[in-house]
């Protein structure tokens, strides 16, 4: 299966298969949540591939990620810090789905 490319080039993830990314710092206090609610959904939607991405490690990794945590589904943002776990279960779940109905048409 083909790989996405992030904006270096990097593998991001196979082309075709949901991807949500939580971008989170060291210095964040909110982004140990973050990592947490990563691991939660990343364990509950087998077909999501969840990749969390630590700026101060991967700053060139940030584009237009201004503010931390953020996730970010399929390159577009979905939240700008961090939802209840039923909000990010809810909203995924409705990603999810409408991702697989545009990949069947």
Same mark, same amino acid.
């Given at each position: 299966?083909?790989? @996405?490319?992030?904006?270096?080039? @990097?593998?991001?993830?196979?082309?075709? %298969?949901?991807?949500?990314?939580? *971008?989170?710092? @060291?210095?964040?206090?909110?982004?140990?949540?973050?990592?947490?609610?990563?691991?939660?959904? &990343?364990? #509950?939607?087998? /077909?999501? /591939?969840v990749h969390v991405i630590? #700026?101060?490690?991967?700053?060139? &990794?940030? %584009? &237009? %990620? =201004?503010?931390?945590? /953020? *996730?970010?589904?399929?390159?577009?943002?979905? =939240? $700008?810090?961090?939802?209840?776990?039923?909000? #990010?279960?809810?909203? $995924?779940? @409705? $990603?999810?789905?409408?991702?697989?109905?545009?990949? %069947?048409?």
């Amino acid at each position: 299966m083909p790989k @996405r490319l992030n904006a270096d080039n @990097r593998e991001s993830g196979p082309v075709g %298969v949901p991807l949500l990314q939580v *971008y989170v710092a @060291r210095h964040c206090p909110s982004c140990e949540e973050a990592r947490r609610l990563a691991r939660l959904v &990343d364990s #509950l939607f087998p /077909t999501l /591939t969840v990749h969390v991405i630590d #700026l101060d490690e991967s700053p060139a &990794d940030a %584009v &237009d %990620v =201004f503010a931390v945590p /953020t *996730y970010v589904f399929n390159g577009r943002v979905c =939240f $700008l810090g961090n939802p209840s776990e039923e909000e #990010l279960c809810e909203v $995924l779940g @409705r $990603l999810l789905e409408s991702s697989l109905e545009d990949a %069947v048409e």
